[in-house]
C-alpha cells in the first residue's frame, strides 16, 4: 500500500504524492511533473538544476566503481549492466562515451604432494 510522503495519506493520487503535494520542489507548478534524482521536479526546473550542476561537476571519471556522467556527474547504478559505447544520461540527457575496463589476475596454490602421489583410487595403498 502506497502513502503520500509528506502527509502519509493512503493510496495517493500519484506514485508517492497525494494531490494536494503533487507539485514541483522549486516552483510548485503542477505541469510536466517527473520524478528525478532531486525528486519531484517539473521540467523547466530539472533543466535549470543540471544546468548548475554542470557549471560545478568537476568530478573524476576515469577508472571509478560505477560509470559516471562526465557533464553532470551523475552516478549510473547498476553500470555492470552496460558496455563500452555511446551512451546518455539518464539525469541530463547528454551523450558520452563509456569503456568498460576490465582487470584480470591470477592466483595460484601449491598442489599438495601427498595426496596426488596416487594415481588413482585403485593405486591407494590400502
Not at 14 to 32: G, I, V
Request: with cysteine; charged share 35%; hydrophobic share 25%.
Amino acid at each position: 500500500m502506497f502513502k503520500c510522503e509528506i502527509c502519509a495519506k493512503k493510496d495517493p493520487e500519484h506514485l508517492d504524492r497525494c494531490e494536494k503535494h503533487y507539485f514541483c520542489a522549486d516552483c510548485k507548478t503542477k505541469e510536466n511533473l517527473c520524478y528525478y534524482i532531486e525528486g519531484l521536479l517539473c521540467y523547466s526546473c530539472h533543466k535549470n538544476r543540471v544546468e548548475k550542476r554542470i557549471e560545478k561537476f568537476g568530478g573524476e571519471t576515469q577508472f571509478t566503481g560505477e560509470i559516471i556522467c562526465p557533464y553532470c556527474g551523475y552516478e549510473f547504478a547498476d553500470s555492470w549492466d552496460y558496455s563500452s559505447g555511446k551512451l546518455e544520461c539518464e539525469d541530463c540527457e547528454n551523450e558520452f562515451e563509456v569503456a568498460v575496463n576490465t582487470e584480470i589476475s591470477y592466483s595460484t596454490s601449491k598442489i599438495d604432494k601427498k595426496r596426488s602421489d596416487f594415481g588413482t583410487m585403485d593405486d591407494l595403498p590400502f
